[in-house]
């Protein structure tokens, strides 16, 4: 099945879609580059790709000199499974100190999954 790419903005709560009248893209590099070149918009947003094939299945935190919070991300895009971020998401809304937030504190990931950006992803993600 192909996929379609989509850009989310996260500086709403909860996630816009950035170009919601779009069809998305059908190629990553063509979504990387549209997130990297600034949604006409969102240029100075926090923007992640969703990436569909019915269902959401990845999403990717593209390479960013810096976003508005002031996080790096130097990275080549960085692809995750939805159903991990999902886990992580519900993992880190677990009372503290519950083993399931002790775990996901500690989840060795670059800093692209911080508790606000998947709390504004949870219509995305389920997580609600
Ligand atoms: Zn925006
Ligand atoms: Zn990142």
Not at 51 to 72: F, K, M, T, W
């Amino acid at each position: 099945m192909s996929s379609t790419y989509r850009i989310f903005c996260l500086s709403h709560d909860p996630a816009v879609e950035a170009v919601p009248l779009s069809d998305g893209w059908n190629s990553s590099a063509a979504a990387e580059q549209a997130a990297i070149n600034g949604v006409p918009g969102h240029e100075e947003c926090d923007v992640l790709i969703l990436r569909y094939s019915g269902a959401l299945v990845e999403i990717g935190c593209p390479n960013r000199r810096q976003d508005p919070h002031g996080r790096r991300h130097p990275h080549a895009t960085q692809w995750v499974d939805a159903i991990w971020l999902k886990l992580l998401s519900l993992a880190q809304r677990a009372p503290e100190g519950s083993p399931q937030r002790v775990l996901a504190e500690r989840a060795p990931m670059p800093g692209c999954w911080w508790p606000e950006r998947l709390r504004r992803l949870r219509v995305e993600l389920d997580v609600t």
